[in-house]
């Protein structure tokens, strides 16, 4: 089922429409290279979350096409998708251990080979969790949590990888530990990362291209320190406000 | 944590579960269909019989039903206004705590145990009977018939409609406590203003429950009821099928049986209550009530009084079966054939419930996760409420259904640990399902993505993500179908025979045979067996799940 390239696939969302019942209609045409890392920005409820929904297969297009890798998708589950979630929480199973969480990574019915349990064992050193394997993730702190989701990201290998505001809940200095991890992984395993976030902060740190979406279609996309630097769209300025970057 | 309901797209993973519901819903289908197919394929070949026994007995008995279920309600639900107030006054009156859990035991205590306690105290040869006999100046006659089911029906209900009036005072919120002490209202204006109105408010409810619950209490009548002057609906059915074997009048009997029924329900639902009928209780409160010594005085009254009926039976229950052969009665081999039949048929029917309610969860999480609308469609409704639906339908008219139609294929007591376990996993499931569905969709809610992007399915995601979040509620399940099952005299009752006798249905046999003390023992056996059970099922669940 799963690629098992450590290279990225190019996204592409083509004349997608979408809407929740009774909500009001979305619209998304997106293409994102290979290897890219882009931040997805905008106001709450503006269809971030959607657009990752989407991508992942949580939800299905009312029409248009969704491409991962050259290939439609649109029809397939989320498990058929070359593609790792994460999410702001519940990223782990609170009655399985840290290694067994991220095992399901490798088979969702938790049988586990040799080669797999030495992939577990990397993906924890490369996250700076080994010796934590056999604890429970209410024994973790938040920023613990999160990098078990992505020791799961890294023995999944997928070329795509979403992620759903993964930091809004950790303090600053944990925020820019979990993006220089991010970067650090992204150096060796060029997935294409999109990730949704509120914090102008994020975007300057780890993506080069920075996604605005407003009002459920995308209304910009360009550079992330053009963007951020208020040379983006007048929009854009006023839904960053005060934090607009200084240079 | 706060759910999120994110619909998320139908796929593969959903179908599986919504196929589980599906049979569920038809194996239920099938128990009550099976059961009305008998009575009207029975009521086509006799209609003139049906028709016939439509006569003054069928109307005695049904008057007889309303009027001990409206008169049981009266006497339940108005000295637990009382009752609830004055306990509602008093937040750190001693030994309230085990007085509101005491409160809770007559509900969890099988219908023929409760019937011999109260037999056990007010009876002709019951504790009470010397005072009662000095008191009255003649020889205590005991209480039978329509007293009899009157001061049974209380002892369970009073308590109930205590704890249920209490919770609704209790959720009065404190700042209006505060207000009623700070402007000085005195106990009269404090229960104008503030307690009636919360009573009021509960009260149609709590009273619907109650005269629901006396209007199909079957083994009360069966066991304190006496002659055609004091039986229900339901007991003239058994006698009907039991001694009569007259299953045209029987058919009479349940139509009325289950269109009185289903009139109660349907009042219960416009009135939005629970036909489960529990009161969450906290366990602190601290509220600023200020009684006068008088009114402390009054109320410590109103709840010992209140504290002695509820106790009362049970300290007799106990007495009494001390006071048996309890030795002779461990060896006898009857008691032990009748433990093991009851320990039994009791785990089948709480394991087909349990099996049946997780299947109608699930499958009620999937179709709600799928739709593509704000509001459920038909089968989704029937995943959530289909249960609920069997309380329309009495055991005993199922019982009956499926007696007159399995008579046409030899002997009916055959089938007796078939229909025993079928009738009682489905008669838990309103209540198993009330103690499953909160975890299963609160770990949905947490997990359904999850579960999705990782491609975890089927029976692997059943043994990986959702048993673990379930295993306490379905202890809880099991236990409470199980002691329910244990204690049931409905079906056993039909179906018994020497083959296959249950622990009720031995208690009922040596009643009968005037046996008193073997009876005695036994119920005090079995009491403490459901007891048992109850607890568990209570404390497995108050503790908290892993989060």
């Given at each position: 089922m799963?690629?098992?390239?450590?290279?990225?696939?190019?996204?592409?969302?083509a004349?997608?429409?979408?809407?929740?019942?009774?909500?009001?209609?979305?619209?998304?045409?997106?293409a994102?290279g290979p290897?890219?890392?882009?931040?997805l920005?905008?106001?709450?409820?503006?269809g971030?979350?959607?657009l990752l929904?989407?991508?992942?297969?949580?939800?299905?297009?009312?029409?248009?096409?969704?491409?991962?890798?050259?290939?439609?998708v649109?029809r397939?589950?989320?498990y058929g998708r070359?593609?790792?979630m994460?999410f702001?929480?519940?990223?782990?199973?609170g009655?399985?251990?840290v290694?067994?969480n991220?095992?399901?990574?490798?088979?969702?019915?938790?049988?586990?080979a040799?080669?797999d349990?030495v992939?577990?064992g990397?993906a924890?050193a490369?996250?700076?969790?080994?010796?934590?394997e056999?604890?429970?993730?209410h024994a973790?702190s938040g920023?613990?949590?999160q990098?078990?989701a992505?020791?799961?990201?890294?023995?999944r290998?997928?070329?795509?990888?979403l992620l759903d505001?993964?930091f809004a809940?950790?303090?600053?200095?944990?925020?820019?530990e979990?993006?220089d991890?991010l970067?650090?992984?992204h150096?060796?395993?060029a997935?294409?990362?999109?990730?949704?976030?509120h914090?102008?902060?994020?975007?300057?740190?780890?993506a080069e291209t920075?996604v605005?979406i407003?009002?459920?279609s995308?209304?910009?996309?360009?550079?992330a320190?053009e963007?951020?630097?208020g040379?983006?769209?007048a929009a854009f300025?006023?839904?960053?406000?005060?934090?607009?970057l200084?240079? | 944590?706060?759910?999120?309901h994110?619909?998320?797209?139908?796929?593969?993973?959903?179908?599986?579960?919504?196929?589980?519901?599906?049979?569920a819903?038809?194996?239920?289908g099938i128990l009550?269909?099976?059961a009305f197919?008998g009575?009207?394929?029975e009521a086509?070949q006799?209609?003139?019989?049906?028709?016939?026994?439509?006569?003054s007995?069928l109307?005695r008995?049904?008057?007889f039903?309303l009027?001990q279920?409206?008169?049981?309600?009266?006497?339940?639900?108005?000295?637990?206004?009382?009752?609830?107030?004055?306990?509602?006054?008093?937040p750190?009156?001693?030994?309230?705590?085990?007085?509101?859990?005491?409160?809770?035991v007559?509900l969890?205590?099988?219908?023929?145990?409760?019937?011999?306690?109260?037999?056990?105290?007010?009876?002709r040869?019951?504790l009470l009977?010397p005072?009662?006999?000095?008191?009255?100046?003649?020889?205590?006659?005991?209480?039978?018939?329509?007293?009899?089911?009157?001061v049974?029906?209380?002892?369970?209900?009073?308590?109930l409609?205590?704890?249920?009036?209490l919770?609704?005072?209790?959720a009065?919120?404190?700042?209006?406590w505060k207000?009623?002490?700070?402007?000085?209202m005195?106990?009269?204006a404090?229960f104008?203003?503030?307690?009636?109105?919360a009573?009021?408010a509960?009260?149609p409810g709590v009273?619907?429950?109650?005269?629901?619950?006396c209007?199909?209490s079957?083994?009360?009548?069966l066991t304190?009821?006496?002659?055609?002057?004091?039986?229900?609906?339901?007991v003239?059915?058994?006698?009907?099928?039991?001694f009569?074997?007259?299953?045209?009048r029987a058919?009479?009997?349940?139509l009325v049986q289950?269109?009185?029924?289903?009139g109660i329900?349907i009042v219960?639902?416009?009135?939005?209550a629970?036909?489960?009928?529990?009161?969450?209780?906290?366990t602190?409160?601290?509220?600023?009530?200020f009684?006068?010594?008088?009114?402390?005085?009054?109320?410590?009254?109103?709840?010992?009084l209140?504290l002695?009926?509820?106790a009362g039976?049970?300290?007799?229950t106990v007495i009494?079966?001390?006071?048996?052969?309890l030795?002779?009665?461990?060896r006898?081999p009857?008691?032990?054939?009748a433990?093991?039949?009851?320990?039994?048929?009791?785990?089948?029917?709480?394991?087909?419930?349990?099996?049946?309610?997780?299947?109608?969860?699930?499958a009620?999480r999937?179709?709600?996760i799928?739709?593509?609308?704000?509001?459920?469609?038909?089968?989704?409704?029937?995943t959530?409420?289909?249960?609920?639906?069997v309380?329309?339908?009495?055991?005993?008219?199922?019982g009956?259904?499926?007696?007159?139609?399995?008579?046409?294929?030899g002997?009916?007591?055959?089938?007796a640990p078939?229909?025993?376990v079928?009738?009682n996993a489905?008669?838990?499931?309103?209540f198993a399902m009330?103690?499953?569905?909160?975890?299963?969709?609160a770990?949905?809610a947490?997990?359904?993505?999850?579960c999705?992007?990782?491609?975890i399915?089927?029976?692997?995601?059943f043994?990986l993500?959702?048993?673990?979040g379930?295993?306490r509620?379905?202890?809880?399940?099991?236990?409470?179908?199980?002691?329910?099952?244990?204690g049931?005299l409905?079906v056993i009752?039909l179906f018994?025979?020497?083959q296959?006798?249950?622990?009720?249905?031995l208690?009922?046999?040596?009643?009968?045979?005037?046996?008193?003390?073997?009876?005695?023992?036994?119920a005090?056996?079995?009491?403490?067996?459901?007891l048992?059970?109850?607890f568990?099922?209570?404390?497995?669940?108050?503790?908290?799940?892993?989060?």
């Amino acid at each position: 089922m799963a690629l098992t390239s450590s290279k990225g696939a190019a996204v592409e969302l083509a004349s997608v429409a979408f809407a929740y019942p009774g909500g009001a209609p979305l619209r998304f045409d997106l293409a994102v290279g290979p290897s890219q890392i882009v931040a997805l920005m905008g106001p709450s409820g503006s269809g971030k979350s959607t657009l990752l929904n989407l991508i992942a297969g949580f939800e299905t297009p009312l029409s248009g096409r969704v491409m991962i890798g050259g290939e439609d998708v649109t029809r397939l589950p989320p498990y058929g998708r070359p593609v790792s979630m994460i999410f702001q929480e519940n990223n782990l199973f609170g009655h399985l251990t840290v290694e067994q969480n991220v095992g399901l990574g490798r088979s969702p019915s938790l049988r586990l080979a040799a080669e797999d349990r030495v992939a577990v064992g990397e993906a924890l050193a490369r996250t700076e969790l080994s010796g934590k394997e056999a604890r429970l993730p209410h024994a973790l702190s938040g920023g613990e949590r999160q990098r078990v989701a992505l020791a799961r990201v890294l023995v999944r290998r997928q070329p795509v990888l979403l992620l759903d505001e993964p930091f809004a809940s950790l303090g600053p200095a944990l925020r820019d530990e979990m993006l220089d991890l991010l970067s650090e992984l992204h150096r060796e395993h060029a997935m294409t990362i999109l990730m949704a976030t509120h914090d102008p902060h994020d975007a300057e740190r780890l993506a080069e291209t920075l996604v605005f979406i407003e009002n459920g279609s995308i209304a910009g996309a360009g550079g992330a320190g053009e963007f951020l630097s208020g040379q983006g769209s007048a929009a854009f300025d006023r839904y960053l406000g005060e934090r607009k970057l200084r240079r | 944590m706060a759910l999120r309901h994110e619909p998320v797209t139908a796929h593969r993973s959903q179908q599986g579960r919504v196929a589980a519901g599906a049979l569920a819903l038809a194996a239920i289908g099938i128990l009550i269909g099976g059961a009305f197919a008998g009575l009207a394929v029975e009521a086509v070949q006799s209609w003139q019989g049906a028709i016939a026994a439509f006569d003054s007995y069928l109307l005695r008995a049904a008057r007889f039903t309303l009027v001990q279920a409206g008169l049981s309600t009266l006497l339940s639900v108005i000295p637990a206004i009382f009752v609830a107030r004055a306990l509602a006054r008093h937040p750190r009156f001693p030994g309230r705590g085990l007085i509101l859990q005491l409160f809770a035991v007559p509900l969890a205590l099988p219908g023929i145990v409760a019937a011999l306690g109260v037999l056990a105290l007010y009876g002709r040869a019951g504790l009470l009977a010397p005072p009662l006999s000095w008191i009255t100046g003649e020889t205590w006659q005991g209480i039978y018939g329509l007293s009899g089911i009157l001061v049974a029906h209380v002892f369970f209900n009073m308590p109930l409609a205590a704890r249920l009036f209490l919770a609704a005072l209790e959720a009065v919120p404190a700042d209006q406590w505060k207000l009623s002490a700070q402007l000085g209202m005195g106990p009269g204006a404090i229960f104008r203003l503030i307690e009636w109105p919360a009573i009021r408010a509960a009260l149609p409810g709590v009273a619907t429950l109650v005269f629901m619950i006396c209007a199909i209490s079957f083994t009360v009548v069966l066991t304190l009821g006496g002659g055609p002057r004091a039986t229900t609906l339901e007991v003239a059915i058994y006698q009907a099928l039991r001694f009569d074997f007259d299953p045209a009048r029987a058919i009479a009997l349940t139509l009325v049986q289950v269109i009185l029924t289903a009139g109660i329900i349907i009042v219960l639902a416009r009135l939005g209550a629970s036909m489960t009928g529990d009161a969450n209780l906290p366990t602190t409160s601290r509220r600023a009530v200020f009684p006068s010594s008088g009114e402390t005085g009054l109320n410590a009254a109103v709840i010992l009084l209140a504290l002695a009926f509820v106790a009362g039976p049970m300290a007799a229950t106990v007495i009494a079966g001390l006071v048996a052969d309890l030795s002779r009665l461990a060896r006898e081999p009857a008691v032990h054939a009748a433990t093991a039949t009851s320990l039994i048929l009791a785990a089948l029917a709480a394991f087909l419930c349990l099996l049946l309610s997780i299947a109608l969860v699930a499958a009620r999480r999937a179709l709600e996760i799928a739709r593509g609308s704000p509001s459920p469609g038909p089968l989704e409704r029937l995943t959530d409420t289909g249960a609920s639906l069997v309380l329309i339908v009495p055991p005993i008219v199922i019982g009956a259904g499926w007696f007159i139609l399995l008579r046409r294929f030899g002997d009916v007591f055959v089938f007796a640990p078939l229909m025993v376990v079928t009738v009682n996993a489905v008669m838990a499931m309103p209540f198993a399902m009330r103690a499953i569905r909160p975890a299963y969709d609160a770990a949905s809610a947490r997990h359904e993505k999850l579960c999705l992007t990782l491609g975890i399915t089927g029976l692997d995601r059943f043994r990986l993500v959702d048993w673990p979040g379930l295993k306490r509620p379905a202890a809880t399940g099991f236990a409470f179908a199980m002691a329910l099952s244990l204690g049931d005299l409905g079906v056993i009752a039909l179906f018994g025979s020497d083959q296959v006798k249950t622990l009720p249905y031995l208690l009922l046999e040596r009643m009968g045979s005037y046996r008193t003390a073997d009876a005695a023992g036994l119920a005090l056996f079995l009491g403490l067996f459901c007891l048992a059970l109850m607890f568990f099922a209570a404390h497995w669940a108050r503790e908290k799940p892993w989060r």
